[in-house]
């Protein structure tokens, strides 16, 4: 099974930066996808960005031009650099993993598709 810890959220100001990281241990198949969802208080929870074990990525349309998604070589860490933020981008943000056999070209953002989440980590963004 495969544990995620996130790190690096923090409170901003609107058109900051900030990097969260992902830790991910225990053992995974060759194939899986890596993904950053957000929750904000009394919505549903949102897919912002995923990668796969080829290195394919999608994002949603919110984010698109301002976060980046990526993995250090070891595949041991995911990271989600996030710039130009907003205050709707206020939430928590949570590291998933979908271990299941995987389509290599589609990609989504159902968190019913992911089988390992994290405990998440706030970030703030004030106007």
């Known amino acids: 099974q495969v544990q995620l810890v996130e790190s690096g959220g923090g409170s901003v100001q609107s058109g900051g930066s900030l990097r969260l990281s992902c830790a991910a241990s225990?053992?995974?198949?060759?194939?899986?996808?890596l993904a950053w969802f957000r929750q904000a208080p009394g919505k549903e929870r949102e897919g912002v960005a995923v990668i796969n074990s080829y290195g394919s990525t999608r994002y949603a349309d919110s984010v698109k031009g301002r976060f980046t998604i990526s993995q250090d070589n070891t595949q041991t860490t995911l990271t989600l650099q996030m710039n130009s933020l907003k205050p709707e981008d206020t939430a928590m943000y949570y590291c998933a993993a979908r271990l299941r056999y995987s389509n290599r070209y589609v990609l989504t953002f159902a968190p019913s598709d992911y089988d390992a989440w994290g405990q998440g980590t706030q970030v703030t963004v004030s106007s």
């Open positions: 225990g053992s995974r198949p060759s194939t899986y996808w």
